[in-house]
């Protein structure tokens, strides 16, 4: 029996000459209402958030809350060692509530470590990564985004993606070498 | 001058906007910095490359056996004896991880404060500052004397239950250097995500893609997934920010809680730190010159930034310097006689005067000549500096740590310190693993951080046409870094 590859339209990629291209052409599709498409760049292109659109990462939040962990983390790992369970002695230092100021270095430490791996995981999370594989990796032409191109890909989730209007949209707004992504399934 | 202040005398005399040196010279595209430096992994080594990386995995190996030797023949095979037991190990280490703070500092408190010259040398700089702190740590894990002991330090109770002592300075140490390598790692790999899906990007499909492919994580540098990035680049440096600082003023605590005279003053910590960045930058300009020489970077690490590192070693060691002579006045107007004479034995009548005044002179009055541009901008001048400043840092570890201890409290328990041929090739040794390391990091990943100095290049900037269209660069001249218009007065 032959084997019958099914593809699913995943969006329509455009690209564009440059950072001040990418930028104004975001500024209409975001005005077009547009909400899943995203501009792919070599670097991070300055101010393209408010011409996209998108809200300000709320990564700072969860990083708080991960510092905070780390914070009590070493206090109690310090306080219940050293005052509850064994308090050591060591050059008569006494061993109570009252010795926490020695305990600061370690949980500044821990607090920096923990809101370390919650920034790291966190992004990630965040960013959609790590991915083996993406239906923009299918295209030629997309391998350029690390190197010197400039992308918008509006994809097909967007209820707004229309295959003719969308693709007469991005023409309009500059955008070069237009290609339908497909995705196998 | 091409653009000087013709305003005619009516007009008021338009405000003349200072010009940036650009950061990236000759106008270079996109697509030339991706080549140029991709191109170091992609292309064979020079000759140069194999003539230091063989001889550094030689040292390497002169390391490991210094290792294994003291292992199997005890600790005695290191010079220190009472009272001088922290001698060279701890020297070493303080050495050593004082190296590794330019990375961090280049890397967060640069970024923090919007330099944005950082972005041709950070990588690099990063990089050190991970073989930095491996080559340090080795130091106090080897210095326990038992080195299968070492989990010991770890917050886990041993064979008898004892918890470690969370109030001591050691144990302190233990946790900031751990978390200062951790986290210098997680920042380095965040930072390497983008510029690795650039080598993915460039290969062939075979290992070489699939690994580089693995660990670019399927980075696809869509917006919404670099607007998370920046943040946590963002949250990255400002919480390494104070970590540097925190991780250096840590290790000068190890002194600067104890009684020992020359090592109990206030004034240790800042003292540690500035000379930290004083030795991690000197390093930094000992590794980035001859790269930038060797793969021909010179449009990407300009005069500028190396000029830049130079006014930063001219700070930090006048501070340096401010510190040393503190030290020489607090002993004096603290009255303290055992403070006194500790300085006293240090730099008038001690057995080891002499490294007091190599210290002094390699890391106070050296750099000193980079008050005078020219120094500044002659190579052979700053890494000369460079190279007296990695020598004067290795000094000024020597002198707190030997030299104090040599000279303790009671005279009867005075002892001199020889360093043992041990001592001398397990040095020599980290030396090599640092280099070795340094070159593979050459060899397989991008020195200089590419997303970033794309980011800096006048037509990043999304506004950059919108100017040149209306025509406000008649205004401001060169500020936009317009190729058609002159850069530099």
């Given at each position: 029996?032959?084997?019958?590859?099914?593809?699913?339209?995943?969006?329509?990629?455009?690209?564009?000459?440059?950072?001040?291209?990418?930028?104004?052409?975001?500024?209409?599709?975001?005005?077009?209402?547009?909400?899943?498409?995203?501009?792919?760049?070599?670097?991070?292109?300055?101010?393209?958030?408010?011409?996209?659109?998108?809200?300000?990462?709320?990564?700072?939040?969860?990083?708080?809350?991960?510092?905070?962990?780390?914070?009590?983390?070493?206090?109690?790992?310090?306080?219940?060692?050293?005052?509850?369970?064994?308090?050591?002695?060591?050059?008569?230092?006494?061993?109570?509530?009252?010795?926490?100021?020695?305990?600061?270095?370690?949980?500044?430490?821990?607090?920096?470590?923990?809101?370390?791996?919650?920034?790291?995981?966190?992004?990630?999370?965040?960013?959609?990564?790590?991915?083996?594989?993406h239906p923009l990796f299918a295209s030629k032409q997309f391998k350029k985004f690390s190197d010197d191109g400039f992308?918008?890909?509006?994809?097909?989730?967007?209820?707004?993606?229309?295959?003719?209007?969308?693709?007469?949209?991005?023409?309009?707004?500059?955008?070069?070498?237009?290609?339908?992504?497909?995705?196998?399934? | 001058?091409?653009?000087?202040?013709?305003?005619?005398?009516?007009?008021?005399?338009?405000?003349?906007?200072?010009?940036?040196?650009?950061?990236?010279?000759?106008?270079?595209?996109?697509?030339?910095?991706?080549?140029?430096?991709?191109?170091?992994?992609?292309?064979?080594?020079?000759?140069?490359?194999?003539?230091?990386?063989?001889?550094?995995?030689?040292?390497?190996?002169?390391?490991?056996?210094?290792?294994?030797?003291?292992?199997?023949?005890?600790?005695?095979?290191?010079?220190?004896?009472?009272?001088?037991?922290?001698?060279?190990?701890?020297?070493?280490?303080?050495?050593?991880?004082?190296?590794?703070?330019?990375?961090?500092?280049?890397?967060?408190?640069?970024?923090?404060?919007?330099?944005?010259?950082?972005?041709?040398?950070?990588?690099?700089?990063?990089?050190?500052?991970?073989?930095?702190?491996?080559?340090?740590?080795?130091?106090?894990?080897?210095?326990?004397?038992?080195?299968?002991?070492?989990?010991?330090?770890?917050?886990?109770?041993?064979?008898?239950?004892?918890?470690?002592?969370?109030?001591?300075?050691?144990?302190?140490?233990?946790?900031?250097?751990?978390?200062?390598?951790?986290?210098?790692?997680?920042?380095?790999?965040?930072?390497?995500?983008?510029?690795?899906?650039?080598?993915?990007?460039?290969?062939?499909?075979?290992?070489?893609?699939?690994?580089?492919?693995?660990?670019?994580?399927?980075?696809?540098?869509?917006?919404?997934?670099?607007?998370?990035?920046?943040?946590?680049?963002?949250?990255?440096?400002?919480?390494?920010?104070?970590?540097?600082?925190?991780?250096?003023?840590?290790?000068?605590?190890?002194?600067?809680?104890?009684?020992?005279?020359?090592?109990?003053?206030?004034?240790?910590?800042?003292?540690?730190?500035?000379?930290?960045?004083?030795?991690?930058?000197?390093?930094?300009?000992?590794?980035?010159?001859?790269?930038?020489?060797?793969?021909?970077?010179?449009?990407?690490?300009?005069?500028?930034?190396?000029?830049?590192?130079?006014?930063?070693?001219?700070?930090?060691?006048?501070?340096?310097?401010?510190?040393?002579?503190?030290?020489?006045?607090?002993?004096?107007?603290?009255?303290?006689?055992?403070?006194?004479?500790?300085?006293?034995?240090?730099?008038?009548?001690?057995?080891?005067?002499?490294?007091?005044?190599?210290?002094?002179?390699?890391?106070?009055?050296?750099?000193?000549?980079?008050?005078?541009?020219?120094?500044?901008?002659?190579?052979?001048?700053?890494?000369?500096?460079?190279?007296?400043?990695?020598?004067?840092?290795?000094?000024?570890?020597?002198?707190?740590?030997?030299?104090?201890?040599?000279?303790?409290?009671?005279?009867?328990?005075?002892?001199?310190?020889?360093?043992?041929?041990?001592?001398?090739?397990?040095?020599?040794?980290?030396?090599?693993?640092?280099?070795?390391?340094?070159?593979?990091?050459?060899?397989?990943?991008?020195?200089?951080?590419?997303?970033?100095?794309?980011?800096?290049?006048?037509?990043?900037?999304?506004?950059?046409?919108?100017?040149?269209?209306?025509?406000?660069?008649?205004?401001?001249?060169?500020?936009?870094?317009?190729?058609?218009?002159?850069?530099?007065?």
């Amino acid at each position: 029996m032959a084997k019958t590859t099914l593809k699913r339209v995943h969006g329509y990629l455009a690209e564009f000459e440059s950072a001040s291209d990418v930028y104004h052409a975001s500024e209409k599709i975001r005005d077009a209402g547009f909400q899943r498409w995203d501009v792919h760049s070599p670097f991070p292109i300055h101010g393209l958030n408010e011409a996209m659109g998108v809200k300000r990462s709320s990564l700072p939040f969860f990083v708080f809350f991960g510092g905070a962990t780390g914070t009590l983390t070493a206090f109690l790992l310090a306080f219940i060692t050293q005052v509850e369970i064994y308090p050591t002695v060591v050059q008569a230092k006494p061993a109570n509530i009252f010795t926490t100021p020695a305990f600061f270095p370690i949980m500044f430490e821990l607090t920096i470590l923990f809101s370390a791996f919650t920034t790291l995981f966190g992004c990630f999370a965040f960013m959609g990564l790590p991915r083996l594989n993406h239906p923009l990796f299918a295209s030629k032409q997309f391998k350029k985004f690390s190197d010197d191109g400039f992308f918008i890909c509006i994809e097909a989730r967007d209820p707004k993606f229309h295959q003719a209007e969308t693709k007469a949209l991005l023409e309009e707004i500059g955008g070069k070498n237009i290609e339908l992504v497909e995705d196998e399934l | 001058m091409a653009h000087s202040a013709t305003a005619s005398s009516e007009a008021p005399a338009k405000p003349r906007i200072l010009e940036r040196e650009p950061l990236v010279l000759n106008n270079r595209s996109y697509a030339w910095i991706t080549n140029r430096i991709c191109g170091i992994v992609e292309n064979r080594q020079p000759a140069l490359w194999w003539w230091l990386f063989v001889p550094s995995v030689f040292l390497t190996g002169i390391m490991v056996f210094g290792f294994v030797y003291l292992i199997s023949t005890g600790v005695g095979v290191w010079g220190q004896k009472q009272p001088v037991a922290w001698a060279w190990d701890i020297t070493n280490f303080v050495f050593w991880i004082g190296i590794g703070h330019a990375g961090t500092l280049i890397s967060a408190i640069l970024f923090l404060t919007r330099q944005k010259w950082r972005t041709a040398v950070n990588r690099a700089s990063e990089a050190m500052t991970l073989f930095a702190v491996m080559c340090a740590g080795l130091y106090p894990a080897f210095h326990v004397g038992r080195v299968w002991m070492v989990w010991f330090l770890a917050p886990v109770p041993n064979a008898n239950a004892v918890w470690q002592n969370f109030k001591s300075p050691l144990l302190w140490d233990v946790f900031a250097v751990s978390t200062y390598f951790t986290v210098s790692v997680l920042f380095w790999y965040l930072g390497l995500v983008p510029d690795l899906a650039t080598l993915r990007d460039r290969c062939k499909a075979g290992i070489k893609k699939t690994l580089y492919g693995i660990f670019a994580l399927g980075w696809r540098g869509g917006n919404r997934q670099w607007n998370h990035y920046e943040m946590a680049y963002l949250l990255l440096a400002a919480l390494s920010t104070p970590l540097v600082l925190s991780v250096h003023s840590v290790v000068s605590f190890d002194f600067a809680t104890s009684v020992v005279p020359g090592w109990h003053t206030t004034i240790f910590p800042p003292y540690f730190v500035a000379g930290a960045i004083f030795g991690g930058f000197a390093m930094v300009l000992t590794l980035m010159i001859p790269v930038r020489a060797i793969y021909g970077l010179h449009d990407l690490i300009t005069e500028k930034h190396i000029d830049n590192m130079a006014k930063i070693i001219l700070l930090t060691g006048t501070i340096v310097g401010y510190a040393y002579c503190m030290e020489l006045f607090m002993a004096y107007y603290s009255s303290s006689k055992y403070e006194g004479d500790a300085f006293l034995l240090r730099t008038l009548y001690g057995p080891s005067v002499w490294t007091y005044y190599a210290m002094f002179f390699c890391n106070v009055i050296a750099p000193q000549l980079f008050w005078f541009k020219w120094a500044r901008k002659s190579l052979l001048w700053v890494l000369v500096v460079s190279m007296f400043v990695n020598a004067g840092m290795w000094y000024e570890r020597y002198v707190i740590i030997v030299t104090t201890l040599e000279r303790h409290f009671m005279p009867g328990s005075w002892r001199t310190f020889d360093a043992t041929w041990v001592d001398n090739w397990t040095f020599i040794g980290t030396f090599g693993f640092f280099l070795m390391n340094f070159l593979l990091f050459l060899r397989f990943l991008p020195v200089i951080a590419i997303a970033e100095v794309k980011g800096v290049v006048p037509q990043s900037n999304p506004h950059h046409d919108d100017h040149v269209e209306r025509g406000v660069h008649e205004l401001q001249p060169g500020v936009f870094g317009n190729p058609e218009l002159p850069n530099k007065a």
